[in-house]
């Protein structure tokens, strides 16, 4: 089966400083989907960020940037100035045509901003 | 405004009953899922409807039944045959075809006592 693969379990952040989470993906569909969630402690699932696989420029969203490096099939999500509210655990998901574009989900990291 | 609505939000069942969790929603979206979340861990896929009248598993739909009756309905039930059924549930839809947003609702807390 594909897989979504996050290996930072948990990650603590400086408020203000930037913090990059890892993915890797590892699809052969030439098209497909990534995506980011932020999932906070209430459990609601926010959409962050999307990047297509034929997009030739990297996703910005605000605070948020996704870092796509499609030879190395990595998604890595970048968020800019930390947050307090930036504290909650992130998701990174993909959906491709062989997988009737259902989303499969990483197992998540946790981010911890500090005052 | 649209957006997906699940019911209840917290559930509590004692072992061997089923439950059935409601989830609607009116973004009039084709496609509609049905996850599963353990804490500290990701989303897995119990079932998906890509279409009224039509449903597919996912990576554990063991245990679990849906019904897809109406476009905007996708109810799931947690029968008794779960041996594990504590989870957050949580319920999302999308446009049909391609790579589109999964738009989620708020979650269901299902506690079997």
């Known amino acids: 089966a594909q897989k979504i693969t996050q290996t930072q379990p948990g990650m603590f952040v400086q408020e203000k400083e930037a913090v990059t989470l890892d993915c890797t993906y590892d699809?052969?569909?030439?098209?497909?989907?990534l995506f980011w969630y932020k999932q906070p402690s209430s459990g609601e699932m926010i959409f962050l960020i999307y990047?297509?696989?034929?997009?030739?420029q990297n996703a910005t969203e605000g605070r948020y940037s996704l870092n796509f490096q499609k030879a190395r099939k990595s998604a890595n999500l970048v968020i800019s100035a930390s947050q307090l509210g930036d504290s909650a655990m992130y998701f990174c998901a993909e959906s491709y045509y062989s997988n009737d574009y259902k989303l499969s989900f990483g197992a998540g990291t946790t981010v911890t901003v500090r005052a | 405004d649209g957006g997906i609505t699940q019911s209840p939000k917290y559930l509590f069942r004692k072992e061997g009953q089923n439950v059935t969790l409601s989830c609607e929603q009116n973004l009039n979206h084709d496609a509609m899922y049905w996850y599963r979340q353990d804490p500290g861990q990701g989303l897995r896929l119990i079932y998906y409807?890509?279409?009224?009248?039509?449903?597919q598993k996912g990576d554990i739909a063991e245990g679990y039944s849906v019904s897809r009756e109406k476009k905007e309905s996708f109810p799931l039930t947690v029968t008794s045959a779960q041996k594990n059924p504590t989870a957050f549930y949580l319920c999302?839809?999308?446009?049909?075809?391609?790579?589109?947003?999964?738009?989620f609702g708020e979650g269901s807390r299902l506690t079997v006592l």
């Open positions: 699809t052969s569909d030439q098209s497909y989907g």
């Open positions: 999302a839809s999308k446009l049909a075809g391609g790579t589109g947003e999964l738009f």
């Open positions: 409807s890509q279409i009224v009248n039509d449903f």
């Open positions: 990047q297509g696989s034929y997009d030739e």
